[in-house]
């Protein structure tokens, strides 16, 4: 059995900025009519409400009328405030 298998990975997650999403994620819309399946977001705490929400949530990426918006997987509701992205593996 391999050991690096089972080893977290000691290199911090990179997030990338909500801005740089239609660049990145450019060539997954083309193929997929527009939506990008599988995405982890991380959301800004709102301090006002600390203990309401998550803060990573499974999110979708969906052009409409070209802008690009994120979907929550789980209510299939818009999400503001999001601070950061990646692909999830």
């Known amino acids: 059995?391999?050991?690096e298998g089972l080893m977290p990975s000691l290199q911090p997650l990179q997030w990338r900025a909500p801005c740089e999403a239609p660049i990145a994620l450019k060539p997954l819309l083309d193929r997929s009519d527009g939506v990008v399946e599988n995405v982890i977001v991380r959301l800004a705490l709102d301090r006002r409400y600390p203990l309401r929400g998550q803060r990573y949530r499974l999110a979708r990426y969906t052009l409409v009328g070209?802008?690009?918006?994120w979907i929550d997987a789980a209510t299939q509701r818009p999400l503001y405030g999001v601070i950061g992205f990646r692909l999830a593996e």
Do not use: L, P
């Open 66 to 69: 070209g802008v690009g918006w």
């Open 1 to 3: 059995m391999e050991t």
